[in-house]
């Protein structure tokens, strides 16, 4: 059986662990390209980097990994995704990649094209029933609407496309912004249309609670478009700097029957293949899960699936590469602690008490997984270790300047 060499398009967290995830399932060490280098890939064993400039454009990837693959002939290739730019990149060109010897597990362009924005993505969560926050859709020179929305502010204020807005830099820049009022509203969105950003923004509903109230959903469709896992993710903490706000910090997995099957259906329904990840939260008001979007790729935060046991290395490989069947569906019914960031801080800035203590025992019991911390990886490694020392230093500072304790 010919070795398993993964190519990876990207150099963050999402970069490093899925190449945790190949080397933990198969003793290999992963290849990564991306415009520069990223501290997450860096002086790593498991991951060998390489910055390409101009690599977020399609002729420079295409070159790169046609290069790469004439020079790798022998193994069986898989590309993967690390940023939803990548993962739509490598959607575009599946088939040229395809023929160059890769095997791409994602969806086509046309199902892309019906998922990859949050508005087109609303409009088939209408013809499924799926809930989502009551929204309305802006586009440039709509700012009236911002005077009479159907639901009070504050509001949530966002691109509808990512790929787009991150491409059309400007001072201030957040992934997610909160308005409280419409004059705020505003002119948060004439500063994201004047940057050029061409797209619509999404204006919504804010769901109330912190982030303790966010669940992350992460599943994988076989080549036939078959769910075969789902692991549910109940967040303890988010990141809550300006251009991470939203990354998932700390994740406790949890089993909930009905959310997992009504999702499951919609991925059958709409025939979706490879990874797809769901960003939820809980609505106190009315008692239901309500989803922001669905991410074409695996989650920075994928490690807390492997972590808890569902390689996602072997998911794709044994499926999409060697072409097995995974067998029965597996809805993950088991408890795990995942983190990114210092224990210490998940504790202090975790809202709910009771899920903290059950996050601190699952730890006591060895149940407890981290993104960077590869024993492997760390083991007669000074600078890794080093890296890994200052990236946790780092975090008490942000969620001081950031977060705000919370009242328990």
Known sequence: MAEIIPVLLGADMNCYTMARAFHEA?????????????????????????????????????????????????GDKVALGCTDDYA????????????????VPYIDVPLMEKLVTKESFYRLCDEHAIPYPATVVLRAGE?????????????????????????????????VYT????????????RIFASGYPDSIIVQDMIPGADDKMRVLTAYCDRNARVKMMCLGHLLLEEHTPRALGNHAAIVTEYNGPLMETLKNFLEAV????????????????????????????????????????NLARYVTEDAVRGKDLGEPVLFEGESYWHSIPNAIVWKYTDDLELVEKAAALADQGRESTALGYGYDLRLNPLRRLYLWEHYRRYHKKYATYCKEPER
């Not at 420079?60 to 022998?74: G, I, Q, S, W």
């Not at 308005?179 to 004439?190: G, L, P």
């Open 26 to 74: 198969y003793g290999v060490v992963s290849h990564a390209f991306g415009r520069w280098a990223m501290g997450e890939t860096k002086y790593s064993r498991i991951v060998k980097f390489t910055p390409v400039e101009k690599f977020d454009t399609d002729p420079v990837m295409l070159k790169t990994l046609e290069d790469f693959a004439r020079a790798h002939p022998d």
């Open 271 to 310: 025939g979706y293949t490879g990874f797809a990840n769901f960003d939820i939260k809980y609505d106190t008001r009315d008692g239901q899960y309500k989803v922001f979007e669905i991410n074409l790729r695996l989650g920075r935060s994928n490690y807390y699936v492997t972590g808890a046991g569902l």
């Open 143 to 175: 700012g009236d609407k911002l005077d009479s929305l159907p639901f009070a502010y504050p509001v949530i204020v966002k691109p509808s496309s990512s790929i787009s807005y991150w491409k059309h830099e400007f001072e201030g820049m957040k992934k």
């Open 88 to 103: 739509a990149m490598l959607i575009r060109n599946r088939e040229t990649l395809r023929a160059a010897g890769y095997t």
């Open 179 to 190: 308005a409280k009022d419409a004059a705020e509203a505003k002119e948060i969105t004439n």
